[in-house]
């Protein structure tokens, strides 16, 4: 199974990619988190993305497409995966149809989680990340069990240089205009699910399987 989860910057897309991806046993791809490796270890491509990433704006296709498509090539992305912050333009999600196609694979279902902008802004002014293994945590809804250690790996916390409050403007305004025409990209083909990303993040959780399951018997 291959997954798509959209959204806007906060909405939930890598607290639900990773509950999920192990829930169904699927690899987990963010752009994002790849990126963020990349400039944290000062690699060529992380030298490369951190202007655009600092600024809030789109890493350019033809970067983010290479990179996406040598990460699906690994063998843990075989059975499947749920992809987090990818597909984000109209050029990123046929590039990712063709990478599919050319392994008799295609996009099954693409999850939107929906949430409204004042909640968004909450989400991401409270978020804390973890060095290591990157899962989010938030110091009102999710906070981790020891401060600023992460219940997974005992990595350290910190927050994200792109969640300042004029960064995150850029995000969302980013997002609405080129996310958008993705969104309307998988609705056409019938493709798209959507989810109601206000509630709590199991409620997110179980929503999300749930409509899966019952997609899965459907086409049964
Ligand atoms: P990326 O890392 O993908 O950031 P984003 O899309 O802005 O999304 P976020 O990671 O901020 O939000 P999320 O939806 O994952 O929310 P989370 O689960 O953390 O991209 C960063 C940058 O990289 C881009 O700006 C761009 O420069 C570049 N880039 C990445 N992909 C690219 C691409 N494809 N093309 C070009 N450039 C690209 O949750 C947020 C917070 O809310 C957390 O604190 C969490 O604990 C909390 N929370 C989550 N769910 C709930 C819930 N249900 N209830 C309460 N709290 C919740
Ligand atoms: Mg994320
Ligand atoms: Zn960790």
Known sequence: MFLVLLGAPGAGKGTQAAIISRKVGLAHIASGDLFRQ????????????????????????????QMISERLNE???????????FPRTMEQAKALDKALANQGKLIDKAVYIEVSEEELLKRLSGRWICHQCQTPYHEVSSPPKVPNRCDKCGGELYQRSDDTEETVKERLKVYFAQTTPVLNYYEAQGKLIKVDGKLGIEKVAKEIIDVLRLESMNAK
């Not at 060529?44 to 983010?64: C, N, S």
């Not at 063998?75 to 912050?85: H, T």
């Open 38 to 65: 990349a400039v944290e270890k000062e690699t060529k491509l992380g030298q490369l993305v951190k202007a655009y990433m600092d600024k809030g704006i789109l890493v350019p296709d033809e970067v983010t497409i």
């Open 75 to 85: 063998p843990d992305c075989k059975a499947g995966c749920v992809f987090d912050g």
